[in-house]
T-cell receptor
Framework: NAGVTQTPKFQVLKTGQSMTLQCAQDMNHEYMSWYRQDPGMGLRLIHYSVGAGITDQGEVPNGYNVSRSTTEDFPLRLLSAAPSQTSVYFC????????????FGPGTRLTVT | GQQVMQIPQYQHVQEGEDFTTYCNSSTTLSNIQWYKQRPGGHPVFLIQLVKSGEVKKQKRLTFQFGEAKKNSSLHITATQTTDVGTYFCAAAGGTSYGKLTFGQGTILTVHP
């Protein structure tokens, strides 16, 4: 099993550009989530999904969209990139919410200039 | 929303010294998880605590869950250079509706 995969590993965007961060998992997990990690801020939840077709907002959803058309994939879309979105983005999956181990992908380091 | 405070933010130790990081919540937690993130890497699950007063050990690591289920600690005995990284607690409970809320993390540096 590959676990959780993310692409790309690195990305540089100009302000106003849009892009999609890809995330896929092969563990048949129902729960998937996106976090951003900034120095001193820990991991903050952007959006999450409890199953195909179901998504909801986390702590910092503004400027990001998600969809979940399959169990395996959970892409994160930046609609109009801003310098404040410079961060490291992690996708995670787990067998359920709250009391289940979360498996993290390797991360995408995004810089917005 | 639920907040989990983690202290200290940074800890520098000499190899062989002990290390402790603490997590505190104002609300009662359903469970708490601990993760380790090596420099440049991604968070990796270490353990989950569920019961009031629970203590679990993994070699040199000791994890505790408070009696009131509002705080937790991770203690490393005799640190090694391989312990370097950021340690996060992640809690579920209160108003989080099953979602995990991460603490800010403690960055551990071990000097040989």
């Amino acid at each position: 099993n590959a676990g959780v995969t993310q692409t790309p590993k690195f990305q540089v965007l100009k302000t106003g550009q849009s892009m999609t961060l890809q995330c896929a998992q092969d563990m048949n997990h129902e729960y998937m989530s996106w976090y951003r990690q900034d120095p001193g801020m820990g991991l903050r939840l952007i959006h999450y999904s409890v199953g195909a077709g179901i998504t909801d907002q986390g702590e910092v959803p503004n400027g990001y969209n998600v969809s979940r058309s399959t169990t395996e994939d959970f892409p994160l879309r930046l609609l109009s990139a801003a310098p404040s979105q410079t961060s490291v983005y992690f996708c995670a999956s787990s067998a359920g919410t709250g009391g289940y181990e979360q498996y993290f992908g390797p991360g995408t380091r995004l810089t917005v200039t | 929303g639920q907040q989990v405070m983690q202290i200290p933010q940074y800890q520098h130790v000499q190899e062989g010294e002990d290390f402790t990081t603490y997590c505190n919540s104002s609300t009662t937690l359903s469970n708490i998880q601990w993760y380790k993130q090596r420099p440049g890497g991604h968070p990796v699950f270490l353990i989950q605590l569920v019961k009031s007063g629970e203590v679990k050990k993994q070699k040199r690591l000791t994890f505790q869950f408070g009696e009131a289920k509002k705080n937790s600690s991770l203690h490393i005995t005799a640190t090694q250079t391989t312990d370097v990284g950021t340690y996060f607690c992640a809690a579920a409970g209160g108003t989080s509706y099953g979602k995990l809320t991460f603490g800010q993390g403690t960055i551990l540096t071990v000097h040989p």
